[in-house]
């Protein structure tokens, strides 16, 4: 741990490392909502109070050459957008966002805090940099933990129509290289998707989760939170996912487990169902 300080609980507190702090509270997540707060104070401000507006593209913006940016966009302070791009009508690209080489962000489409590579494709309405859905449980009801991190979308990378990406809390929310998410996908904050992905529509991924190189994501698919996805592997639609999935194989069900395992399961409880209903007929028969 390379924290100067750190919150506990009175119990854990005897495994603080050397040379680390042991804050001890009752609520150690909600002691630190509390200071990121103090600290970040305007953190969620989608407008700073008392400020005056600015034109639709700020004087601090950089756009490449050839950039195209249809009417009724909007760029925020210090927006750097590479040579080659497309910028859809009112499009929103907040504060400090960057953008590469040859990329096309759709209509009404929003980014915020977030690094977008070269070549890639946002469709339109999709919305990316937002707060992660993160809350501490008090007796006075749930207290809001500051979301500090940042998108990070690597090149080749499409996101589909109405798609939601996170900003993460701490750390950053990654999408690998190549990744491609198909419409009406969500994406939590934390969570690291490698490279060359396929996410079909209507994926919901939970946050803090780690997604290796090369998976495949069936439709409508809920993976919970914390939870890894070794390289490889392929879910099928419909899908559950509450544990960790080895890479390199094929899983289905919910929970999901083994494809195979799942298939002969689903086989086993429809031959009893068969079974019962034929002796059900049967008995109705003699009757």
Request: a positive charge; proline letters at 3%.
């Amino acid at each position: 741990c390379r924290a100067g300080a750190v919150f506990v609980s009175e119990a854990l507190a005897k495994f603080a490392p050397p040379g680390c702090v042991a804050l001890v509270c009752r609520q150690p997540a909600l002691a630190f909502a509390k200071l990121a707060t103090a600290l970040y104070p305007k953190v969620g401000y989608f407008w700073p109070a008392g400020r005056e507006p600015l034109r639709l593209i700020a004087d601090s913006v950089r756009v490449g050459a050839d950039t195209v940016v249809a009417p009724g966009a909007f760029l925020g302070e210090n927006v750097e957008i590479g040579s080659g791009c497309i910028i859809g009508s009112c499009a929103v690209i907040g504060r400090g966002v960057r953008i590469g080489r040859g990329t096309s962000i759709g209509a009404h489409a929003s980014i915020s805090h977030a690094l977008v590579g070269d070549r890639c494709i946002v469709h339109a309405g999709a919305r990316i940099g937002q707060d992660g859905f993160g809350f501490v449980g008090t007796t006075e009801g749930h207290y809001k933990i500051p979301q500090l991190g940042r998108v990070i979308i690597q090149d080749d990378v499409e996101i589909g129509a109405n798609v939601t990406i996170d900003r993460g809390a701490l750390a950053d929310t990654i999408i690998g290289e190549g990744t491609k998410i198909d419409n009406l996908v969500q994406i939590g904050h934390n969570t690291r998707i490698g490279r060359r992905c396929i996410i079909v529509s209507q994926v919901g991924i939970s946050g803090s989760c780690d997604i290796g190189d090369f998976v495949v994501i069936g439709g409508q698919t809920g993976v919970a939170d914390h939870v890894n996805i070794g390289q490889g592997a392929y879910v099928a639609a419909k899908s559950g996912v509450s544990r960790l999935l080895e890479g390199g194989k094929v899983y289905g069900g919910f929970p999901a487990r083994p494809i195979e395992q799942w298939r002969r399961e689903v086989g086993v409880v429809s031959r009893l169902a068969k079974g019962k209903q034929g002796k059900n007929e049967r008995s109705g028969s003699q009757d």
